[in-house]
Nanobody, 118 residues
Framework: QVQLVESGGGLVQPGGSLRLSCAAS??????MGWYRQAPGKGRELVAS???????VYADSVKGRFTITRDNAKNTLYLQMNSLKSEDTAVYYC??????????????WGQGTQVTVSS
């Protein structure tokens, strides 16, 4: 059974940092990424990374967020620096193969809340 377990969310002050983790089990995934959903908005891609290290970032987080993965540990990370209030959202881990990434057969974690507020 595939399972994606997210951790690291919480409350942080503007300008602060947070590191999210997503531990995957039950399979190895060619593509993994982070999406986020703020109240009243749809889910948007934050960043993605392939098993080979190719990355994609949303323009809104470039220069502030860094996505990495440890293939040996089958774990995905998102280092978030210089956090802003607009980064407040539920962050979801996503995993899949090249062929399933944009299909219903990709996998999702339960989400972890990130709140940026003073």
């Amino acid at each position: 059974q595939v399972q994606l377990v997210e951790s690291g969310g919480g409350l942080v002050q503007p300008g602060g940092s947070l590191r999210l983790s997503c531990a995957a089990s039950g399979g190895f995934f060619s593509v993994m990424g982070w999406y986020r959903q703020a109240p009243g908005k749809g889910r948007e891609l934050v960043a993605s990374i392939t098993s080979g290290g190719a990355t994609v970032y949303a323009d809104s987080v470039k220069g502030r967020f860094t996505i990495t993965r440890d293939n040996a540990k089958n774990t995905l990370y998102l280092q978030m620096n210089s956090l802003k209030s607009e980064d407040t959202a539920v962050y979801y881990c996503k995993a899949g193969s090249y062929g399933t990434w944009n299909t219903k057969n990709s996998y999702w974690g339960q989400g972890t809340q990130v709140t940026v507020s003073s």
